[in-house]
Each structure stands twice: as C-alpha cells, then as structure tokens.
C-alpha cells in the first residue's frame, strides 16, 4: 500500500518553495502532516495547539483537516521563519500566530485546555513535558514527531528520544503508541485516571 498522501493542503506548494529558498529544512513530514489533518478533523470546534510552527507545513496540515468552528494556536520562537506562515496562511479566522519561545508561552498560558497538541520543537517535547501534556484536554490528543534518527542530531540525543518515550509510556494518565513511521511519531491520549 502507498501512505503517501493524496489530498495536499492548497498552501503547501508556495510553503515548500518558501522553505527550500530560506534553505528551512526542519518541516513537517507529509505522513505525519496527512495524520495531523485527520486528528483534527475528529475534533469538531476542536482547541488545537502546535509548538513549532516552521514556515507553517504543519500549520497547513492541521488547517486543511479543522472545521469552521475549530481554532489553532500556534507558537514560534522565530519570527522570520513564522512571516512566511503568516504570510500564506495569516487570512484564515481560526489560526492564532504567537511568536514567543514555546517554553515561556507554555509558563504563561491560563487558557482552557486543547483537544490536540503537536509539540514540534524542544518546549512541550524535551523540555516543558509536563506542562504541555497538562494542556491536553481529557480524550485529547498529544503528537510528536522526529523521533526516529535524523540526520544531524546532535551528540547524546538519540539517548533524549529514549527517556522522552520512556517517560510517556510510564504515564499512567495517557495512552501511548510508538508509530515506526514516517520521521517516527508517538501519539498519546489522555485517559480518565
């Protein structure tokens, strides 16, 4: 069977070709994006977070699978990265652009909580853990990717992924799979206590 996804987000032409003149090599895979979409789309009027916006692949993904009624936040440390989200995706009434180290904003936040969180940075995945995980809505759902290896981690990270994915496992207040696909995803829903 092909997983490679048939029904692209309209942006993500103009959001690739933006990302390979930066020369941004850091977003979201389509596999993951196309599942990304499908989460969102289980969440009528969903809260949605995304930790990391990039140049917005992801962005795009999570926009193409939300309905009318749901709205995303999403937040990033570098503003020149996240013009270009804006750019293409800043017309649209349900995102929230934050630009913001996700680490400080995950501190500050006092907000309800999300039906979806995708942590693609360090805050809410290495660091921040369990602040972003408190964030999750009961039934809601807590994605990250990048866990299989990747070219250019740096020195001593592959043992990170390992205490990252053993720390989620050992949780007793979510349900986790290890999904050996695309960049290597972890899903993890928060279950009732």
Not at 160 to 187: K, N, Q
């Amino acid at each position: 069977m092909d997983d490679t996804p048939s029904r692209l987000p309209a942006a993500l032409p103009a959001l690739r070709a933006k990302a390979s003149a930066a020369g941004f090599t850091m977003s979201c895979e389509e596999r993951t994006g196309s599942l990304m979409a499908a989460l969102a789309a289980a969440r009528p009027a969903g809260r949605i977070l995304e930790l990391g916006t990039g140049v917005g692949e992801g962005t795009a993904w999570l926009l193409a699978g939300m309905d009318r009624s749901a709205r995303l936040i999403t937040v990033e440390l570098n503003a020149g990265v996240q013009a270009v989200a804006r750019e293409h995706l800043g017309e649209d009434p349900r995102v929230t652009f934050v630009t913001e180290d996700a680490g400080t904003w995950l501190e500050k936040y006092d907000g309800d909580p999300f039906d979806l969180v995708f942590a693609d940075t360090w805050p809410g995945k290495f660091t921040h853990l369990d602040r972003a995980l408190d964030l999750v809505a009961l039934g809601g759902t807590y994605l990250i990717d990048d866990l299989a290896p990747q070219p250019g981690w740096p020195e001593g990270h592959e043992a990170s992924v390992a205490r990252l994915l053993a720390d989620l496992e050992a949780r007793t207040d979510f349900r986790s799979v290890r999904l050996a696909w695309a960049s290597g995803l972890l899903m993890a829903v928060r279950a009732t206590p």
